[in-house]
């Protein structure tokens, strides 16, 4: 029985005790806002750094995201598995008599090299394409049925033309979306006919749109370009003859693991076939990702140094402002520690004042912050992504610093000697 009465007392003293610290919570959280509602102008003035600083964090890395993704689109677009070689003409040195990319080499990589699935070759040439009245500059591309696969190119009508069709040099092509677009506006296109350089081909497909990809420092945009079979390009399209047997080579690798590995073999085997002459060059995407991946990671923490250094220029905001506020508000501090309020009442006070601040700030911030992604993005052709962590970042660090930059003014203030706060004019 004692033991129910102990057991009793205690969760009575509990509750009373939680119930008189909620009471004092809710008397420092008013008087707290009381105080910044009676000094509207300093209140605002002072959230402008914390206000400015989320906003900036939040763009900032918003467009660094943005441009994240982009790249990784773009680069995905090549291939990760694949290895692109290209004719290049050498920058000095140049012998008429080098052996330029050619089929030979093509087969040579592939039977040499185990960790090689597919190699197709590239004829690409550009050319005046027309339908009707409407005529367009494009890139005409010579490949084999392999080469959309590798490319992940999806149609959107009809379909790929196939080995027959490449054997047989038939005159068929396949259109790009833009291309498509501005050939066909929005008439059907898929079995009609249209003119590639004097020569009639048949539209058998269309394909999907795809992201523009960088090649090396060459924009890649296969939506503005017709593809037809390499051998009817070669049989059927007139080139100039001192043009490689081939332009390009891709090669699809087995696995991702082996990219890299692959692509040292590829330039030995090359290099060794073409007596040293340096007239190619290879262009690994998966490398290019990882080049760019380090690039963004270095341009997010450069920004997101710039960010916090104007969160910090806030937080000082706060506590030069803070102190003032002391100062202007001495005589009622005095007067509320002469009716009983302890040192720990004063210090809640301004505390609850700094983080009422910082936590406003960065609310507003954050609402700027989206409005100037969305900005970007309207005005610019630059995609910005807002993601969850980094408004979680923005809110925890103004917190931090509303905490940090408001417990010294506070603590001070909570210091106030009672009587020589009564006596201050």
Same mark, same amino acid.
């Given at each position: 029985?004692?033991?129910?009465?102990?057991?009793?007392?205690?969760? =009575?003293?509990?509750?009373?005790?939680?119930?008189?610290?909620?009471?004092?919570?809710?008397?420092? !959280?008013?008087?707290?806002?009381?105080?910044?509602?009676?000094?509207?102008?300093?209140?605002?003035?002072?959230?402008?750094?914390?206000? =400015?600083?989320?906003?900036?964090?939040?763009?900032?890395?918003?467009?660094? /995201?943005?441009?994240?993704?982009?790249?990784?689109?773009?680069?995905? #677009?090549?291939?990760?598995?694949?290895?692109?070689?290209?004719?290049?003409?050498?920058?000095?040195? =140049?012998?008429?008599?080098?052996?330029?990319?050619?089929?030979?080499?093509?087969?040579?990589?592939?039977?040499?090299?185990?960790?090689?699935?597919?190699?197709?070759?590239?004829?690409?040439?550009?050319?005046?394409?027309? =339908? @009707?009245?409407?005529? /367009?500059? @494009?890139?005409?591309?010579?490949?084999?049925?392999?080469?959309?696969?590798?490319?992940?190119?999806?149609?959107?009508?009809?379909?790929?033309?196939?080995?027959?069709?490449?054997?047989?040099?038939?005159?068929?092509?396949?259109?790009?979306?833009?291309?498509?677009?501005?050939?066909?506006?929005?008439? /059907?296109? %898929?079995?009609?006919?249209?003119?590639?350089?004097?020569?009639?081909?048949? *539209?058998?497909?269309?394909?999907?749109?795809?992201?523009?990809?960088?090649?090396?420092?060459?924009?890649?945009?296969?939506?503005?370009? *017709?593809?037809?079979?390499?051998?009817?390009?070669?049989?059927?399209?007139?080139?100039?003859?001192?043009?490689?047997?081939?332009?390009?080579?891709?090669?699809?690798?087995?696995?991702?693991?082996?990219?890299?590995?692959?692509?040292?073999?590829?330039?030995?085997?090359?290099?060794?076939?073409?007596?040293?002459?340096?007239?190619?060059?290879?262009?690994?995407?998966?490398?290019?990702?990882?080049?760019?991946?380090?690039?963004?990671?270095?341009?997010?923490?450069?920004?997101? #140094?710039?960010?916090?250094?104007? !969160?910090?220029?806030?937080?000082?905001?706060?506590?030069?402002?803070?102190?003032?506020?002391?100062? /202007?508000?001495?005589?009622?501090?005095?007067?509320?520690?002469?009716?009983?309020?302890?040192?720990?009442?004063?210090?809640?006070?301004?505390?609850?004042? #700094?983080?009422?601040?910082?936590?406003?700030?960065?609310?507003?911030?954050?609402?700027?912050?989206?409005?100037?992604?969305?900005?970007?993005?309207?005005?610019?052709?630059?995609?910005?992504?807002?993601?969850?962590?980094?408004?979680?970042?923005?809110?925890? %660090?103004?917190?931090?610093?509303?905490? !940090?930059?408001?417990?010294?003014?506070?603590?001070?203030?909570?210091?106030?000697?009672?009587?020589?706060?009564?006596?201050?004019?």
């Amino acid at each position: 029985m004692t033991a129910n009465i102990l057991k009793k007392l205690t969760q =009575f003293n509990g509750n009373l005790l939680r119930r008189e610290l909620s009471l004092i919570a809710g008397e420092v !959280l008013k008087i707290s806002i009381k105080g910044l509602q009676e000094h509207k102008t300093r209140t605002f003035l002072t959230m402008l750094g914390i206000i =400015f600083g989320v906003a900036s964090v939040i763009s900032m890395l918003a467009i660094g /995201e943005g441009a994240r993704r982009k790249t990784m689109s773009q680069i995905q #677009a090549l291939g990760l598995n694949n290895i692109i070689v290209q004719h290049s003409e050498p920058d000095h040195n =140049f012998n008429k008599n080098s052996i330029v990319l050619n089929y030979q080499d093509l087969r040579g990589v592939k039977n040499v090299i185990p960790t090689i699935r597919t190699a197709v070759p590239i004829l690409q040439e550009e050319m005046e394409v027309n =339908f @009707a009245v409407r005529f /367009e500059e @494009a890139e005409v591309i010579g490949t084999e049925p392999e080469y959309f696969q590798m490319m992940s190119m999806n149609l959107n009508k009809g379909g790929y033309f196939s080995h027959y069709d490449n054997l047989m040099r038939n005159r068929v092509c396949i259109l790009g979306h833009d291309l498509l677009i501005s050939l066909f506006n929005a008439e /059907e296109a %898929v079995g009609k006919k249209i003119r590639i350089n004097d020569v009639w081909f048949t *539209v058998i497909g269309t394909l999907e749109y795809q992201p523009v990809s960088v090649a090396g420092n060459t924009e890649v945009n296969l939506n503005k370009r *017709v593809f037809i079979p390499i051998q009817t390009m070669e049989s059927r399209i007139d080139r100039e003859p001192t043009r490689p047997e081939l332009d390009q080579i891709i090669l699809q690798v087995t696995n991702s693991e082996f990219v890299t590995t692959t692509s040292d073999f590829v330039e030995k085997v090359l290099s060794r076939r073409h007596n040293g002459d340096k007239n190619f060059k290879l262009i690994v995407p998966e490398q290019l990702l990882k080049q760019s991946e380090e690039t963004q990671r270095i341009f997010n923490i450069v920004m997101g #140094a710039i960010a916090g250094i104007s !969160l910090l220029v806030g937080g000082i905001g706060i506590m030069n402002i803070m102190l003032a506020s002391i100062l /202007e508000r001495t005589k009622e501090i005095g007067l509320r520690r002469s009716l009983g309020a302890t040192k720990l009442d004063i210090r809640n006070q301004f505390l609850v004042e #700094a983080i009422i601040i910082s936590l406003g700030g960065g609310i507003v911030g954050i609402i700027l912050g989206y409005g100037l992604s969305w900005g970007v993005t309207a005005f610019s052709d630059w995609e910005t992504v807002v993601s969850l962590w980094s408004v979680l970042l923005s809110v925890g %660090v103004s917190s931090l610093v509303g905490i !940090l930059f408001g417990f010294f003014p506070a603590k001070k203030a909570a210091e106030l000697d009672p009587i020589e706060a009564l006596r201050y004019e």
